[in-house]
């Protein structure tokens, strides 16, 4: 297995660049679904998620071509909708947007339960709920969910969200874009990668209105076209580099950002003693002579604090001087990652949802895991601050989300390095084959 090496307590100083997002790509990918024709997606971050989503596509039938590193024409003239492979449909979350996709185009979807990063519970009960207002018939059973509409289609409806949930949002816009009549999601998730999705599927001749507010109208369209679309860039990623340049006293200068996108996270950098300058598309992060002081963060939905931000802020309070907490309002376990952080010297204690960091401290190098995605950038960061080595394991979590991560540190002067180690195990030698 892989692993990431870094000699720490470096100051990142110089220019990075942030991909595309994510947590969008993935939606628009499947949301392609829905034009029944060639798109053209362009800034596609080159990472696992994003070559698992486009593995799942071809399996039920899409044609793709690479025409660069992250612009991928997808033709989905030809789909066999309830067709994608139970094994990769589970790698990962967003994989359950194709049930919205196909319902909203052919009536009918099954695919296997999602898999995804374990924060606890990820119920689905808002997108069923979601795709039984619109008229549809959901099962769940056997490890599948099978949603299957009337015979004279879905037909669109008010469906009121009783948690805000980005992935229910995405899914009933989904189902919602070809639907007779004009659907209203209440109490709609607002993150950008909602919005968009809908500026992607507007551009393919849907009808979408209120996206980023909490009331998203959908007006069915008849079809949907072919369009070429450029995804955002990530929000998250650019983020984990704003705090990797507080973490190590740097400057950094982050490229091809949406600044709007950050402030939550800019505001916290600030109040933290950090300096942040916006610029039309980067923003810049340096420190005082001053040491980091302490602050409350609460993760909430977007405009809030993002939750995926929660571990590497982790990190951040650690180093900060004074007692800081960091409560966590959206997953019911998302501090997995602070007993790695404890085996580098984090003080530490959780209780729930809420965690109290005595700050101050030294990181030093240590063998760690990722644990989930951000909870593994969160070790990047914490070796990249700590004295000594730390050696990351589990880097297969780091990769779904994060497009060439130790290159783009090594570029601003960190010691890092990906390392393959050969497989040792019988299993991992039995995967290998
Ligand atoms: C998306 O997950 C993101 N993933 C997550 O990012 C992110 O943490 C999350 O949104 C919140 O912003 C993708 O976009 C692929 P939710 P999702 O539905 O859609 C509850 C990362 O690191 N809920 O907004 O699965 C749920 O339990 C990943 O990039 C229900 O109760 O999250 C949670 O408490 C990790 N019923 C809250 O809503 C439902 O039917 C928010 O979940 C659905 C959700």
């Known amino acids: 297995m892989d692993k990431i090496v870094i000699n720490g307590a470096k100051p990142l100083c110089g220019k990075i660049e942030v991909s595309g997002m994510k947590n969008s790509a ?34 039920v039938g899409a044609v ?27 790698k990962m979350r967003a994989s359950y947007y194709i049930l919205g996709a196909e319902l909203g185009r052919f009536g009918k979807s099954k695919s296997a339960y ?42 669109a409806n008010s469906v009121y969200m009783d948690v805000v949930t980005v992935g229910a949002t995405i899914n009933i816009i989904l189902a919602a874009v070809k639907a007779k009549g004009t659907t209203i999601i209440e109490n709609a998730a607002r993150e950008p990668h909602i919005v968009d999705l809908a500026s992607f599927l507007n551009a393919a001749g849907a009808s979408i209105s209120g996206a980023g507010t909490d009331v998203i109208k959908i007006k069915g369209v008849s079809k949907l076209h072919g ?87 982790g990190v951040l309070l650690c180093l900060a001087k004074g007692t800081s907490t960091l409560s966590e309002g959206v997953w019911e376990n998302r501090f997995k990652y602070v007993d790695e952080l404890r085996s580098m010297g984090a003080n530490v204690n959780v209780d729930g949802r809420i965690a109290v960091f005595e700050g101050g401290t030294v990181f030093s190098g240590a063998v760690v895991k990722a644990v989930d995605l951000r909870a593994g950038a969160a070790m990047i960061i914490a070796g990249l601050a700590a004295h000594g080595k730390t050696e990351i394991e589990e880097i297969q979590h780091i990769q779904r ?6 290159s783009k540190l090594r570029g601003v002067g ?20």
């Open 64 to 90: 793709i071509r690479q025409l660069t590193k992250t612009t991928f024409e997808i033709d989905t003239t030809r789909i066999i909708p309830g067709s994608a492979p139970f094994d990769l449909v589970r």
């Open 227 to 313: 369009v070429n679309y450029a995804i955002v860039p990530d929000m998250i990623e650019a983020g984990t580099y704003m705090i990797a340049a507080a973490a190590t006293r740097g400057d950094l200068y982050i490229h091809n950002v949406i600044p709007k996108h950050l402030e939550s996270i800019s505001a916290k950098l600030e109040e933290m003693g950090a300096i942040v300058e916006e610029f039309d598309d980067a923003v810049r992060v340096t420190c005082s002579e001053r040491p980091l002081t302490r602050v409350n963060v609460k993760t909430l939905p977007y405009p809030g604090f993002p939750t995926d931000m929660n571990p590497q802020m």
């Open 114 to 155: 999602p898999g995804g990063c374990d924060f606890g519970g990820r119920p689905i009960d808002q997108h069923i709920k979601g795709f039984e207002a619109l008229g549809a018939n959901v099962v769940v059973e056997g490890g599948y969910i099978d949603a299957n509409a009337t015979p004279n289609g879905l037909v």
């Open 26 to 59: 993935v939606a628009i990918i499947f949301g392609t679904i829905l034009t029944e024709g060639k798109c053209v997606i362009e800034n596609l971050p080159n990472i696992s998620d994003v070559t698992d989503g486009l593995e799942i596509l071809q399996s």
């Open 401 to 406: 989300g994060y497009e060439d991560i130790v």
């Open 414 to 433: 960190a010691d890092i390095k990906l390392i393959s180690v050969p497989s040792t195990s019988m299993i991992d030698a039995k995967k290998a084959n």
